[in-house]
């Protein structure tokens, strides 16, 4: 076997290392190891973008780079921390199916995720392309990971862990997309962010906590 | 195979078999130094062993002949493994009898006698014990079997010997699928060799024994045997481990050079393994029993992301 | 010119009623940034007629025939609805249930709303038509929970939360589009996302990436489209809002998502040439009418009724455009106009309704016609416009559908009578009863101001009988742009 150029190894490593940090989020119960895995996952998403801008020359590459580093690596940690020490929010207890579960789960939407991302690597000509399914499955677990979970910061965390995997896909067929698209898609996230602060606090003053089965009560004879 | 083959393989399961305690004295001393206690002597299992072989052997009295033969079936068992694994070298005539899924299966026929001598007597406390064991075993073989197929996948081979060869032969590359795999094996290591954080080897609580409650009804050479036969199994993996994951310095031919700088090298991995095992050790908590299955599920998510990492990138 | 105008009122109206939002001229200013949005969008309407299709700053925004008259319709509604909220949300302040950092809120939301449309509709740019919708998301989100109930707070969150899921489908299958049009475009600058280049070279585009990077941005732009099965968002959202925001989404903001859904239809529709686009959009509209039709019975509550009825209208849409051909389409832009008005006229009588009653459970509201006449049959005319009733605009689309179904798709007719009749059914029996029920209340002293609502209804009824020559043939050549058989 003829052995890859270093740097496509270290890629080959960071984007399994993504996936593992998806499941270790996906059984993760404590909300602020939550957020730290989620931080941690950005840490790897700007190492693999500077790579790749390393390795293909790519200048707005570094540019994302910096983008992913301040948004998600600093900034969203930072605001999550915060909102987590003011409401208080420090334990999500009840997933939905238990830990083990949601393991096999996960592990059959990794299959999954592979066979449906097979045709397109087949006809991408990155180097990273064998990525694309590992970015899709960051993308299907961080979905699972909304849908087993109580509290509405769970849920915001993995919706985050989506828009990762997002990237993550985006530079692993195309490395990346054009400039200005990320920097809106950057802007959103950014406010979808803020928003969901000022939300969080209006929800909590309603219904004294972040629990999720308090929104079970709008049904279709209301 | 010449008659030079066939005394080195002699040699290496003496030395296996001597050897193996005193991996487990060296284990001791490490986390005794951890937890800023005196130490005891490297080879004071071995000065178990000899006291526990001058002792009588007081049987119960409905003890069947499994109970009495169970011992010798379960060294028997490790002492063929030990043979299987390449802990030395790679050319050695038993080393090529049997492929990995078959040494799987050899740890397996162990572990079923050890069960069903506990269960034999009849105590609660032993089949206690045997069905702790089998639910521990039966969640471990999945991800060992797991650990195998990937780097079967990545030698085109399941002999042990082989699998070994083919990766000191590549040069170093970072491999995303072995690291899960390493991960998964440890954990699966921890789990069959009952230490923490799955069982204490040292407690002396029954309710919370796993292994300890296999040997309960045992006394004099027959537990000589299973403790020895334990040691065995945990040197047995560590080898394992070596072989798969760290296979740098197995001798691939029977020069006497290579054989002597291999059980040098052997030493030194042993070593290093023993004072990370007792590191690990040091740094967990022992998990309640209900919790072992959520320990190997993670090992075996490991396992499978590793063959799954493997299939997509191939690496 | 007239296009950055277009643009840059509604955010400098943003900009300027965050702070100002709750002064006393705050809704009159609100109004007065809606009306320079409006003109200004007449202006580029009449130029692009008279010049034809409009690239704008290096072709990164495109006006052409199809977005040209919805950028209208947008501008027109959002007039009227501002000038709707304008009574509205002082009653509302009035009684207490916004306060004025709300107020303020409120009225720059709607302006920067009114701009991340416009934008979406005009971009050409399909990562930025991304953003845009994500951006008209979420500038909504604080609106819907403006009055803080726990209902609200709960339909805020289902609406961020679903339809964020569901636009990061969006993004993927923009990704995958990027993805199969770079091949072709190479990846200088901003080319391959240009939809104008990718409708070139669209017969080049690899089918398989483009049929998979479909279904992405069908499931994405059509939870937001509010089609079953990704429709929970849509009644919650709708009802528990205040009534200007319940009629801006519903009226404008599922019709930018259907043009989003359509533009990335033609496209794919181009590279696939099969017809598995227009089936799936079928698959999906039909599913749409038939359940909203029948989860139409079982609405106590007034505005999640019409929700629903929403939800119904744009899966009639969904499906004529999925049929394809130059009749169905026509009919579905058709449908998409006087839908668009007349929901929104039934939310301002709706909401004056309500208002009075206090409650917008149906059973609690009686005897609309005693109250206020013009409230009453205000509400009675929109419920038989948006029903179907001939002569309305709504009659003359829905009988274009159904004939071109019964020539194409005779299978899927029996099945879109059945749930219209049954909507029909179960949306004219509450309203008579709202309309038309005993009541002890008194008549208002005055009437409340529903101009908007008459000025709506007036134009569908216009639509029925008689289509201007230049709106047919904005609708042609659209229809002939989207294509499709």
């Known amino acids: 076997m003829n052995p890859l150029s270093w740097d496509l190894q270290v890629l080959n ?192 003053e309603q219904f004294d906590s972040l629990d999720l089965k308090n929104f079970e009560s709008l049904r279709e004879d209301q | ?37 005196s130490a005891p002597s490297i080879l004071q299992p071995y000065r178990g062993i000899r006291k526990l072989f001058h002792k009588d052997a007081v049987i119960a009295q409905n003890a069947s002949r499994l109970f009495r033969l169970a011992p010798y079936v379960v060294f028997g068992a490790m002492v063929t493994a030990a043979a299987i694994i390449p802990s030395v070298a790679t050319r050695l005539p038993i080393t090529r009898a049997a492929d990995a899924i078959a040494l799987v299966g050899l740890l397996a026929t162990a572990r079923v006698f050890l069960s069903l001598a506990a269960m034999d007597v009849g105590t609660a406390f032993g089949t206690l014990g045997a069905r702790r064991e089998m639910m521990i075993g039966f969640l471990a073989e999945p991800a060992l079997l797991v650990v195998i197929f990937v780097v079967s996948l990545t030698c085109a081979t399941t002999a042990l010997p082989i699998i070994a060869e083919r990766l000191s032969a590549q040069s170093f590359s970072l491999n995303p699928s072995l690291a899960f795999t390493a991960v998964a094996f440890t954990m699966v290591l921890l789990a069959e060799n009952a230490r923490i954080p799955v069982d204490n080897p040292a407690t002396h609580l029954e309710l919370t024994m796993i292994h300890e409650a296999l040997l309960l009804e045992y006394s004099a050479r027959h537990l000589a045997l299973m ?67 959520e320990f190997l599920a993670t090992a075996f998510l490991f396992a499978v992301l590793g063959l799954l990492v493997r299939l997509l990138l191939g690496a | 010119m007239e296009f950055i105008v277009l643009l840059a009122t509604p955010l ?117 038509m991304w953003v845009a919708m994500e951006a008209a998301t979420l500038s909504t989100v604080l609106l819907v929970t403006l009055y803080r109930t726990p209902a609200s707070l709960e339909a805020g969150w289902k609406y961020f939360i679903l339809c964020g899921v569901g636009i990061s489908q969006a993004l993927f299958g923009t990704i995958l589009m990027y993805f199969a049009a770079e091949k ?84 794919v529709e181009g590279s696939l040439h099969s017809s598995l686009p227009g089936r799936m959009l079928m698959g999906f509209g039909l599913l749409s009418v038939v359940l909203a ?87 009675m005319m929109g419920t038989l416009a948006i029903l179907g009733t001939p002569p309305f605009g709504v009659f003359a689309s829905e009988f274009l559908i159904l004939t071109t179904a019964m020539k194409q798709q005779p299978w899927a007719t029996p099945i879109l009578l059945l749930a219209l009749g049954v909507a029909f059914a179960a949306i004219f029996g509450r309203v008579q009863s709202m309309v038309f029920g005993e009541t002890s209340a008194k008549r208002l002293p005055h009437p409340p101001a529903l101009i908007p609502v008459f000025a709506h209804l007036g134009l569908v009824l216009m639509l029925g009988f008689f289509i201007p020559p230049y709106l047919a043939d904005w609708y042609r050549a659209a229809a002939r742009l989207i294509g499709g058989e």
């Open chain 1, 13 to 204: 490593m960071l984007a399994a290392l993504l996936l593992l940090l998806s499941f270790a989020m996906l059984s993760q119960r404590r909300i602020v190891a939550l957020v730290d895995l989620l931080a941690l996952q950005g840490a790897l998403l700007c190492i693999a973008t500077l790579l790749l801008a390393w390795r293909t020359g790519n200048r707005h590459l570094y540019v994302s780079a910096a983008l992913t580093l301040g948004l998600k690596v600093i900034f969203l940690p930072w605001l999550l921390h915060r909102l987590i020490r003011r409401l208080g929010v420090y334990w999500d207890t009840e997933p939905l199916l238990n830990i083990t579960g949601t393991m096999l789960v996960g592990v059959l939407v990794v299959i999954f995720a592979f066979g449906l991302a097979q045709p397109i690597s087949a006809l991408a000509s990155t180097a990273t392309r064998n990525s694309i399914g590992i970015a899709v499955a960051v993308i299907l677990i961080a979905f699972l990971t909304m849908i087993t979970r109580r509290k509405a910061m769970s849920q915001v965390v993995g919706f985050l862990s989506m828009e990762n995997g997002l990237f993550f896909g985006a530079m692993s067929a195309t490395y990346g997309m054009p400039m200005v698209v990320e920097l809106g898609v950057a802007l959103d996230v950014l406010v979808a962010m803020l928003v969901l602060g000022v939300f969080f606090f209006q929800i909590r």
């Open chain 3, 12 to 128: 400098l109206g943003a900009l300027i009623l965050g702070a100002f939002g709750a002064r006393r001229w705050g809704p009159d200013a609100n109004v007065g940034f809606s009306l320079v949005t409006f003109l200004s969008a007449c202006a580029l309407t009449s130029r692009v007629v008279a010049h034809g299709n409009l690239s704008v700053a290096h072709e990164q925004f495109f006006i052409d025939a199809f977005n040209v008259f919805l950028v209208t319709l947008t501008a027109f509604v959002g007039l009227t609805t501002s000038l709707f909220s304008r009574p509205y949300m002082r009653i509302e302040a009035d009684h207490g249930r916004v306060s004025g950092g709300q107020l303020r809120l409120y009225h720059s939301m709607y302006q920067l709303f009114m701009a991340t449309m416009l934008i979406a509709l005009t971009t050409n740019n399909m990562g930025l």
């Open chain 2, 1 to 37: 195979m010449n008659a030079f083959d066939w005394t080195m393989q002699l040699l290496g399961i003496l030395l296996a078999i001597g050897a193996a305690p005193v991996l487990l004295g060296w284990v001791n001393k490490c986390r005794a130094w951890l937890q800023n206690k």
């Open chain 3, 293 to 379: 039709a029948f989860l139409l019975w079982r609405q106590r509550d007034v505005k999640r009724l019409f929700a629903y009825s929403s939800i119904e209208h744009m899966g009639i849409i969904a499906f004529a455009f999925g049929m394809g051909g130059p009749v169905a389409n026509f009919a579905a832009l058709l449908h998409m106009t006087v839908h668009s008005l007349t929901k929104s006229s039934i939310f301002f009588a709706v909401g004056h309704a309500t208002q009075k009653a206090g409650s917008q459970i149906m059973d609690n509201i009686r005897g609309l016609i005693t109250l206020s006449p013009t409230v009453g049959w205000g509400l």
């Open chain 3, 184 to 267: 072709v475009l190479g990846s200088e600058g901003v080319s391959a996302l240009l939809w104008t280049h990718l409708n070139a070279v669209k017969g080049q585009l690899e089918p398989s990436v483009l049929g998979l990077a479909f279904v992405f941005l069908l499931v994405g732009y059509g939870t937001k489209v509010g089609l079953a099965p990704l429709h929970n968002w849509l009644p919650d959202a709708h009802a528990e809002g205040p009534t200007p925001i319940s009629a801006v989404l519903s009226g404008l903001l599922l019709n930018v998502a259907m043009y989003a859904v359509v533009r990335c239809k033609v496209l």
């Open chain 2, 227 to 293: 403790e020895w036969a334990a040691a065995l199994k945990l040197f047995n993996y560590a080898c394992i481990g070596f072989a798969v994951f760290i296979p740098w310095g197995l001798a691939t031919s029977d020069a006497p050079l290579g054989l002597a700088l291999s059980v040098m090298l052997l030493g030194v991995k042993l070593t290093i393994a023993g004072a990370a095992l007792a590191l690990i050790e040091t740094l967990s908590a022992k998990l309640r029993v209900f919790r072992a299955p």
